[in-house]
Each structure stands twice: as structure tokens, then as C-alpha cells.
């Protein structure tokens, strides 16, 4: 006879979901914690070596997008890459990260509910436009399928799920019917459709893992990779010039009448784009300045942190003192980013959708020129951190 599971509800007790301000490194950071590496969310993010710049518009061929174009008017992003089972936060710890990707929904809760029975927290990749206590009936329905959130346990006899959620404090009771709605969603662009994402963990058998000093320094010599070295001319410094090179065409390009991927407004393209753009730069879960705030705390912590002092391949003084050098540099390279995203959010708030004309394309310029010059010497300096 078939074995029947009759297993209704579990809560994994011992995980921990705390307050965070980017949804995949604070959902990393939940994970370490659960398997033992509590660290704070800014050396997650500053570990996974992910920070950055991408920039695209219409002009540029993206990879893994249908039809190698874009369909938002513009997309920019402080960092480049997204969790993947090659993070190297993951690496640097000695996890292995699985990722599982369901055509069906229905096999998707199947498979997540196994792993919760067997006390294994997972990462969801989900539409958050389908989370009730995010959509509600104050909040304009958005769909951004590149969330990422936590699921903790289950209660099959109450329909609901246990979800943590970067902004949140605790646990969110979500219904099985709505997660499965936001994990299989279509909605908003294709290249982030959710598929019915999840990643779980587990640790080397070994429990090996390079000491965290080395660890530091590969991932802070992978960001200097992204933004001096970078693959194609979209990403890094490159695609910082190219991003502040398009401003000069701002009143041109931006004419005319758009419709938001990521809702059903439509509305000028102009004030589409300026809320897009700050919305990629100071408030979509980049914790401010295009993730320079978030980064800047790493580093801030990499200055005091016991084992870089003082464990297995400390540092330097001389290291040290290259961090201690460019602290302030990141600080005013997330000032910038935060002023020109103010700049466009008070154009929009005072002048709707007249906003192009009421802005200052040189000024706009001018602090992305003078961005480009700090961030190219500022990782500069940290290329001379060696591994």
C-alpha cells in the first residue's frame, strides 16, 4: 500500500526572520543565520559581491531577454547579478545552493512542503504584486516578479503560509492559493517571471570554508571587476558613461505616452521613467544611493571585524587603511545618486506629467559626470587590495 503523508502543518521553529532593506540579501541573511553564519545584511550583500551599475535602454541588446530588448523605457541597477546557486556568499561559507524551478505550480508547493517537513527554509522568487500585505486596497497593484522572500512553515488545515519579507517584521501569513499565484506569475517582464523559483541549502559535508578575511577580499575584488573590467559596455563604469551620456537626450527620448511594465498605468514617458529611475536608485529595496549606502556599511565592518584584525589572513594595516581611504567616497557617491533621484522625484510631485520640463539636463549631467570620476578612482583604490 502506498505510504499516505499525513503531515498538515510545520513551522520550523528555530528560524529567525529579521528587518532588512534588500530583499535577496536580507533573505540570504535569514539563511546564514539558520545554518549557523549570523552576520548582518550589509556583509551578505558586500560577500555576494554583487554591487555594481547595469544600465539599459532601448539601444541595448540584453542577454536572456526575449527578443534581446528591454520593454521599459529604461532600466538601471546599483548592482549586477542576482541570486544564483553560484553566489559567492554561498561559496565563501561553505554552502551549496540548490535551485528548483517548476513548470506547475502544484508540484512547486509539493516540493517546498517536503523540504519545510524536513526543517529546510527556502528562498521564493515571487511577483510581489500578489502578496496581500504588500497589495492592498491603499497601494497601487505593481507586479515585479524579482522578489525575493523566505518561507519558513505551513498550516494546510488554515490555507496559509509563513513568509519573511524584508520590510517586515516577522513572519507574514500568506494563503497557499496566493503564494502559488505569486511564484507562477506572468505578469511585468518576461525576464522576471518568477517560474516558480526556490533555493535551499546545504552545508559542505566537510565543513570547509576559506578563512572570512580571504573571503572579503575576493568578493571586494569581484566588485572591482564589475565596475572596471566589466564583460560589455552596458554594466560598470562603462555603462555609467553611457547611462550619463543618454541624460543629454532626455527632452528628446523622452516625448510622448508609456505604459509602466510593472503596472497598468499609463501615463507620460517622461514622468514614467523619472519614477522608474528613482525607484531603481533610492527605494526598491536598494536601501538608498543605488545600494552605495548599503555597501558603504560593509565596508565600515570590514574595518572592525574581529577576523579581519586579527584571524586566519588578516590584513594589513596598509589594506585597512585603502578601506578607511575610500569609506568616505562611497558615502558621497550614495549622496550623489540619492540627490539625483530626489531631483527627479520632486519633478514629478510638483510638476505630473510635465516633469521633463522642469528639471535641469545639464545639472542631471554634471552629478553623474562627477560620480563616474569618484567611483572609477574609489575602486581604483580597492583594486589594490590583493587576494
Same mark, same amino acid.
Given at each position: 500500500?502506498?505510504?499516505?503523508?499525513?503531515?498538515?502543518?510545520?513551522?520550523?521553529? *528555530?528560524?529567525?526572520?529579521?528587518?532588512?532593506?534588500?530583499?535577496?540579501?536580507?533573505?540570504?541573511?535569514?539563511?546564514?543565520?539558520?545554518?549557523?553564519?549570523?552576520?548582518?545584511?550589509?556583509?551578505?550583500?558586500?560577500?555576494?559581491?554583487?554591487?555594481?551599475?547595469?544600465?539599459?535602454?532601448?539601444?541595448?541588446?540584453?542577454?536572456?531577454? $526575449?527578443?534581446?530588448?528591454?520593454?521599459?523605457?529604461?532600466?538601471?541597477?546599483?548592482?549586477? %547579478?542576482?541570486?544564483?546557486?553560484?553566489?559567492?556568499?554561498?561559496?565563501?561559507?561553505?554552502?551549496?545552493?540548490?535551485?528548483?524551478?517548476?513548470?506547475?505550480?502544484?508540484?512547486?508547493?509539493?516540493?517546498?512542503?517536503?523540504?519545510?517537513?524536513?526543517?529546510?527554509?527556502?528562498?521564493?522568487? @515571487?511577483?510581489?504584486?500578489?502578496?496581500?500585505?504588500? *497589495?492592498?486596497?491603499?497601494?497601487?497593484?505593481?507586479?515585479?516578479?524579482?522578489?525575493?522572500?523566505?518561507?519558513?512553515?505551513?498550516?494546510? +488545515?488554515?490555507?496559509?503560509?509563513? &513568509?519573511? +519579507?524584508?520590510?517586515?517584521?516577522?513572519?507574514?501569513? @500568506?494563503?497557499?492559493?496566493?503564494?502559488? =499565484?505569486?511564484?507562477?506569475?506572468?505578469? %511585468?517582464?518576461?525576464?522576471?517571471?518568477?517560474?516558480?523559483?526556490?533555493?535551499?541549502?546545504?552545508?559542505?559535508?566537510?565543513?570547509?570554508?576559506?578563512?572570512?578575511?580571504?573571503?572579503? =577580499?575576493?568578493?571586494?575584488?569581484?566588485?572591482?571587476?564589475?565596475?572596471?573590467?566589466?564583460? &560589455? *559596455?552596458?554594466?560598470?563604469?562603462?555603462?555609467?558613461?553611457?547611462?550619463?551620456?543618454?541624460?543629454?537626450?532626455?527632452?528628446?527620448?523622452?516625448?510622448?505616452?508609456?505604459?509602466?511594465?510593472?503596472?497598468?498605468?499609463?501615463?507620460?514617458?517622461?514622468?514614467?521613467?523619472?519614477?522608474?529611475?528613482?525607484?531603481?536608485?533610492?527605494?526598491?529595496?536598494?536601501?538608498?544611493?543605488?545600494?552605495?549606502?548599503?555597501?558603504?556599511?560593509?565596508?565600515?565592518? &570590514?574595518?572592525?571585524?574581529?577576523?579581519?584584525?586579527?584571524?586566519?589572513?588578516?590584513?594589513?594595516?596598509?589594506?585597512?587603511?585603502?578601506?578607511? +581611504?575610500?569609506?568616505?567616497?562611497?558615502?558621497?557617491?550614495?549622496? =550623489?545618486?540619492?540627490?539625483?533621484?530626489?531631483?527627479?522625484?520632486?519633478? &514629478?510631485?510638483?510638476?505630473?506629467?510635465?516633469?521633463?520640463?522642469?528639471?535641469?539636463?545639464?545639472?542631471?549631467?554634471?552629478?553623474?559626470?562627477?560620480?563616474?570620476? $569618484?567611483?572609477?578612482?574609489?575602486?581604483?583604490?580597492?583594486?589594490?587590495?590583493?587576494?
Amino acid at each position: 500500500m502506498e505510504e499516505v503523508n499525513l503531515t498538515q502543518k510545520h513551522i520550523i521553529n *528555530n528560524f529567525i526572520h529579521k528587518i532588512g532593506v534588500h530583499c535577496e540579501s536580507s533573505a540570504l541573511r535569514d539563511m546564514f543565520e539558520y545554518y549557523n553564519f549570523p552576520m548582518s545584511e550589509a556583509m551578505v550583500f558586500g560577500l555576494d559581491a554583487t554591487m555594481g551599475f547595469g544600465f539599459f535602454d532601448k539601444s541595448v541588446n540584453i542577454p536572456n531577454i $526575449e527578443n534581446g530588448k528591454s520593454d521599459t523605457s529604461i532600466f538601471l541597477g546599483g548592482k549586477q %547579478g542576482t541570486i544564483t546557486p553560484s553566489s559567492l556568499s554561498c561559496r565563501l561559507l561553505g554552502i551549496t545552493l540548490r535551485k528548483q524551478s517548476f513548470s506547475s505550480e502544484d508540484k512547486a508547493w509539493k516540493e517546498s512542503k517536503k523540504l519545510l517537513d524536513q526543517n529546510i527554509p527556502m528562498i521564493l522568487q @515571487v511577483d510581489l504584486g500578489f502578496l496581500p500585505y504588500i *497589495n492592498t486596497e491603499e497601494n497601487e497593484e505593481i507586479h515585479f516578479g524579482g522578489h525575493a522572500i523566505t518561507l519558513a512553515g505551513y498550516d494546510e +488545515d488554515k490555507g496559509i503560509t509563513l &513568509v519573511g +519579507d524584508t520590510e517586515y517584521k516577522d513572519f507574514q501569513e @500568506v494563503s497557499i492559493e496566493d503564494l502559488k =499565484k505569486a511564484r507562477r506569475s506572468k505578469e %511585468g517582464p518576461s525576464y522576471l517571471h518568477p517560474n516558480n523559483a526556490q533555493y535551499s541549502m546545504i552545508r559542505r559535508p566537510d565543513g570547509k570554508y576559506p578563512p572570512l578575511a580571504a573571503g572579503i =577580499k575576493l568578493a571586494i575584488q569581484q566588485v572591482v571587476n564589475n565596475m572596471l573590467r566589466p564583460s &560589455v *559596455n552596458y554594466i560598470g563604469i562603462q555603462g555609467l558613461k553611457k547611462f550619463s551620456n543618454s541624460i543629454i537626450n532626455w527632452k528628446e527620448e523622452l516625448k510622448g505616452i508609456f505604459k509602466s511594465p510593472f503596472s497598468s498605468k499609463e501615463t507620460s514617458l517622461s514622468k514614467t521613467t523619472f519614477e522608474l529611475v528613482h525607484g531603481y536608485i533610492e527605494t526598491w529595496g536598494t536601501g538608498g544611493g543605488a545600494f552605495r549606502k548599503l555597501y558603504t556599511t560593509f565596508l565600515e565592518e &570590514v574595518l572592525v571585524h574581529p577576523e579581519v584584525k586579527n584571524g586566519p589572513r588578516a590584513w594589513e594595516i596598509e589594506e585597512l587603511k585603502i578601506v578607511e +581611504d575610500v569609506i568616505p567616497m562611497v558615502k558621497d557617491s550614495a549622496n =550623489k545618486w540619492s540627490k539625483f533621484a530626489y531631483i527627479l522625484k520632486k519633478a &514629478v510631485d510638483e510638476h505630473d506629467e510635465d516633469c521633463i520640463n522642469y528639471v535641469s539636463i545639464d545639472e542631471l549631467h554634471n552629478i553623474t559626470s562627477e560620480i563616474i570620476i $569618484e567611483e572609477e578612482e574609489l575602486f581604483t583604490k580597492l583594486s589594490k587590495i590583493r587576494i
